[in-house]
């Protein structure tokens, strides 16, 4: 299956990428997991209500590439009290489908469970995640990412490590 | 317990079994300089601090910006109470406890929209959004329609009023005023609102809902605790090169101020009518938001400048509203270890050039992922964890107790790194939970 316009994937690299950014968030590789994204990136996990109007409306991360860069230097300084020690993270990735593509970018829509273990106990997080993927240069590259947690509409614990 | 604790005079968390429940001596348990840890752990104290304090005193619900029109509601909660506050046909606010009269279903599932009347899922019971009943399907098991409408209906919490649009409410029918209970933080409700050119808070941005697993107590102190910053916060000061961290140091000339009835603020104007900027408050200049500027100085003359030199307040309202500058936090008890702390970001109406760096400054700092607030709350999760041990018994209140000073306004202050609103919080506390 390639995607429909635009670029030339095929569904394999496309899930060997998001296996490997998966693994780069799990293993705390904020070096690796930071060069994955493009310039223009935005990370952004919406809290519950409207999704139309980000700048808007409180989200629980909405991060250009700047403030990606300034969380993981947080990360990096090893004193980001809510992620030292780091979480004990491991995650799967499942139902990866290509949607389409938007400005050139092919859009990646999957399912994902993940569990987190720290000192206060085991918090299973869920739900959907929707990539922008960006061929550069030959290499896949993270144009952006949105995670939409099923229990997005409830209080949810800190979530300090990458998700 | 004193098995373990032999040879200390520890008070008496702990009736015997059976015993008529006369509860803890409160004065025992809280002191001018230290308050004992049971106070955090023990579920009796938690039932005791719903009934004595957030089903007595008054407790922040909501603001009118979430409910601008007719048939608006929001669902909002005052301890363990759910409750939906909406907007009447004639404008005014009410607040219903969500109970259906008949089975004590939830009338109300969603979290906001817009509804004349709320209809019980269970049996189609309807009422108004004022709480009065309108329908009972098939009602002459009732002796039909004029009957039992008097006596059932939803129930209205017993006193609202509100102040700059903040909306309090008290479940208790008789008792002080909001004017006498908000006294000096009033002012500060006041001087958010000035920094709107029209004068006006709107809490439109949405909220952050982050669960906490610690006793809704260690945030209210921790609110205007100056002395926590550089030490919870370096890793985002040194990040991102704030000057923050600078407000809450030894030689800042910024104050702790304890504004009576447990209200508390970091009073940063000091710090900021040195610096003399406009703007700087906010972490920016007036080059960079000119309309706002020009906006405020049409809107307030002369008195602009001091305005925008001053910045906004750093208040916690006793027991839940804390206005953290550029946020406003509502704190959510929930049991004596787990409470939800909300945050928004503070929107000034005819500010649009502030409101989404705001939002955007919000949602970077607070929240369960924020860059501030989650490393707050791991404090505050490991608090709760310290405070199950079971010595030393008491946390430590004492710092700045001996260079307290009063004020022109006969409020006690302390530097920027004291205890002072920690210990005006207990002692509100102390004459609500002993006075029962």
Same mark, same amino acid.
Request: hydrophobic share 35%; with cysteine.
């Given at each position: 299956?390639?995607?429909?316009?635009?670029?030339?994937?095929?569904?394999?690299?496309?899930?060997?990428?998001?296996?490997?950014?998966?693994?780069?968030a799990?293993?705390?590789?904020?070096?690796?997991?930071?060069?994955?994204?493009?310039?223009?990136?935005?990370?952004?996990?919406?809290?519950?209500?409207?999704?139309?109007?980000?700048?808007?409306?409180?989200?629980?991360?909405?991060?250009?590439?700047?403030?990606?860069?300034?969380?993981?230097?947080q990360?990096?300084?090893?004193?980001?009290?809510?992620?030292?020690?780091?979480?004990?993270?491991?995650r799967?990735?499942?139902?990866?489908e290509?949607?389409?593509?938007?400005?050139?970018?092919?859009?990646?829509?999957?399912?994902?469970?993940?569990?987190?273990?720290?000192?206060?106990?085991?918090?299973?997080w869920a739900?959907?995640?929707?990539?922008r993927?960006?061929?550069?240069?030959?290499?896949?590259?993270?144009?952006?990412?949105?995670?939409?947690?099923?229990?997005?509409?409830?209080?949810?614990?800190?979530?300090?490590?990458?998700? | 317990?004193?098995?373990?604790?032999?040879?200390?005079?520890?008070p008496?968390?702990?009736d015997?079994?059976?015993?008529?429940? #006369?509860?803890?001596?409160?004065?025992?348990l809280?002191?001018?300089?230290?308050?004992?840890?049971?106070?955090?752990?023990?579920?009796?104290?938690?039932?005791?601090?719903?009934?004595?304090?957030?089903?007595?005193?008054?407790?922040?619900?909501?603001?009118?910006?979430?409910?601008?029109?007719?048939?608006?509601? *929001?669902r909002?909660?005052?301890?363990?109470?759910?409750?939906?506050?909406?907007? #009447?046909?004639?404008?005014?606010?009410?607040?219903?406890?969500?109970?259906?009269?008949?089975?004590?279903?939830?009338?109300?599932?969603?979290?906001?929209?817009?509804?004349?009347?709320?209809?019980?899922?269970?049996?189609?019971?309807?009422?108004?959004?004022t709480?009065?009943?309108?329908?009972f399907?098939?009602?002459?098991?009732?002796?039909?329609?004029?009957?039992?409408?008097?006596?059932?209906?939803?129930?209205? *919490?017993?006193?609202?009023?509100?102040? =700059?649009?903040?909306?309090?409410?008290?479940?208790?029918?008789?008792?002080?005023?909001?004017?006498?209970?908000?006294?000096?933080?009033a002012?500060?409700?006041?001087?958010?609102a000035?920094?709107?050119?029209?004068?006006?808070?709107?809490?439109?941005?949405?909220?952050?809902?982050?669960?906490?697993? #610690?006793?809704?107590?260690?945030?209210?102190?921790?609110?205007?605790?100056?002395? &926590?910053?550089?030490?919870? &916060?370096?890793?985002?000061?040194?990040?991102?090169?704030?000057?923050?961290?600078?407000?809450?140091?030894?030689?800042?000339?910024?104050?702790?101020?304890?504004?009576?009835?447990?209200?508390?603020?970091?009073?940063?104007?000091p710090?900021?009518?040195?610096?003399?900027?406009?703007?700087?408050?906010?972490?920016?200049?007036?080059?960079?938001?000119?309309?706002?500027?020009?906006?405020?100085r049409?809107?307030?003359?002369?008195?602009?400048?001091?305005?925008?030199?001053?910045?906004?307040?750093? *208040?916690?309202?006793?027991?839940?509203?804390?206005?953290?500058?550029?946020?406003?936090?509502?704190? =959510?008890?929930?049991?004596?270890?787990?409470?939800? =702390? &909300?945050?928004?970001?503070?929107?000034?109406?005819?500010?649009?050039?502030?409101n989404?760096?705001?939002?955007?400054q919000?949602?970077?700092?607070?929240?369960?992922?924020?860059?501030?607030?989650?490393?707050?709350?791991?404090?505050?999760?490991?608090? =709760?964890?310290?405070?199950?041990?079971?010595?030393?018994?008491?946390?430590?209140?004492?710092?700045?107790?001996?260079?307290?000073r009063?004020?022109?306004?006969?409020?006690?202050?302390?530097?920027?790194?004291?205890?002072?609103?920690m210990?005006?919080?207990?002692?509100?506390?102390?004459?609500?939970?002993?006075?029962?």
């Open positions: 299956m390639t995607a429909p316009a635009g670029q030339d994937l095929d569904l394999p690299q496309i899930e060997q990428f998001l296996y490997r950014e998966a693994r780069y799990d293993e705390h590789d904020y070096d690796a997991w930071e060069a994955l994204w493009t310039d223009d990136a935005i990370y952004w996990v919406p809290a519950g209500g409207d999704l139309t109007e980000p700048g808007g409306q409180m989200s629980v991360i909405y991060d250009n590439r700047s403030r990606i860069a300034t969380r993981l230097n990360l990096r300084t090893g004193r980001r009290h809510a992620q030292s020690p780091p979480s004990s993270l491991r799967v990735i499942s139902n990866v290509v949607l389409g593509d938007t400005g050139g970018d092919t859009v990646v829509g999957a399912n994902f469970v993940l569990a987190e273990s720290r000192e206060r106990g085991v918090e299973t739900g959907r995640v929707t990539y993927l960006r061929l550069v240069d030959g290499e896949l590259r993270l144009a952006g990412k949105q995670v939409l947690l099923v229990n997005r509409e409830q209080a949810l614990p800190t979530l300090a490590f990458l998700i | 317990m004193t098995d373990l604790l032999p040879d200390m005079a520890r008496e968390p702990a015997p079994p059976g015993t008529p429940t #006369a509860g803890p001596d409160y004065s025992r809280v002191k001018p300089d230290r308050v004992h840890g049971s106070l955090y752990t023990d579920p009796r104290i938690f039932a005791d601090e719903l009934t004595r304090i957030w089903y007595r005193t008054w407790v922040y619900v909501g603001h009118v910006s979430e409910i601008r029109q007719p048939g608006d509601y *929001v909002k909660s005052i301890g363990l109470q759910d409750v939906i506050m909406t907007r #009447a046909a004639d404008g005014g606010v009410h607040l219903l406890l969500n109970r259906c009269a008949h089975r004590a279903n939830l009338v109300c599932e969603a979290d906001r929209g817009n509804s004349k009347s709320f209809r019980c899922p269970y049996h189609g019971w309807t009422y108004r959004n709480g009065e009943l309108i329908g399907p098939f009602n002459q098991g009732y002796g039909g329609k004029g009957t039992i409408e008097g006596e059932l209906s939803l129930a209205s *919490v017993p006193r609202i009023d509100s102040h =700059q649009g903040f909306v309090f409410a008290s479940m208790a029918a008789d008792g002080p005023g909001l004017a006498e209970h908000l006294g000096e933080a002012g500060e409700l006041d001087r958010l000035r920094l709107s050119p029209d004068g006006e808070v709107e809490l439109t941005a949405g909220w952050l809902k982050h669960r906490t697993r #610690a006793n809704w107590k260690l945030l209210a102190e921790n609110e205007t605790d100056g002395y &926590h910053p550089q030490f919870v &916060h370096g890793s985002i000061f040194s990040v991102t090169q704030s000057p923050i961290g600078a407000l809450y140091s030894d030689k800042s000339t910024a104050v702790t101020r304890n504004l009576g009835n447990g209200h508390s603020e970091n009073d940063l104007r710090e900021f009518r040195r610096i003399a900027e406009p703007m700087r408050w906010f972490g920016t200049t007036q080059a960079r938001v000119p309309g706002y500027v020009r906006r405020m049409e809107a307030y003359g002369e008195a602009a400048e001091q305005i925008l030199v001053e910045g906004a307040p750093h *208040v916690m309202v006793f027991p839940n509203l804390f206005l953290a500058e550029i946020q406003v936090f509502v704190i =959510q008890p929930v049991s004596a270890g787990e409470c939800v =702390q &909300h945050s928004t970001a503070v929107q000034l109406k005819g500010a649009p050039e502030l989404r760096r705001m939002v955007s919000s949602v970077g700092s607070v929240g369960p992922a924020g860059m501030l607030l989650a490393d707050d709350t791991e404090m505050y999760e490991r608090n =709760q964890r310290g405070v199950a041990m079971l010595r030393p018994e008491w946390l430590d209140l004492r710092r700045g107790l001996g260079r307290e009063l004020d022109d306004r006969g409020l006690k202050v302390g530097t920027a790194t004291d205890e002072t609103g210990r005006g919080f207990w002692a509100r506390y102390l004459t609500l939970m002993g006075a029962a």
